[in-house]
């Protein structure tokens, strides 16, 4: 195996949206999801087109580099 010949592959938007509904069914207004998790450019337009507020930054200084999505 060679490193070309892998392939990122990005979290699908359909996963996106059930981790939100999930913390939002908990109460919660913001989720992460950590830098070693590839998100493409189409999903985070995407979410931002849907009204969400999407960034990257620190969850809790241990959790660093992550994208953090609000609603």
């Not at 996106?16 to 207004?29: L, S």
């Not at 590839?38 to 009204?51: A, H, P, R, Y």
Request: hydrophobic content about 35%.
């Amino acid at each position: 195996m060679k490193a070309k010949d892998l392939k990122k592959k990005s979290i699908s938007i359909e996963d996106v949206y059930k981790r939100i509904q999930q913390a939002n069914d908990n109460g919660d207004f913001k989720i992460f999801i950590p830098h070693f998790h590839n998100v493409s450019k189409e999903v985070t337009i995407q979410l931002f087109d849907d009204g969400f507020k999407t960034y990257k930054g620190q969850w809790d200084g241990v959790i660093t580099e992550c994208l953090i999505i609000e609603w």
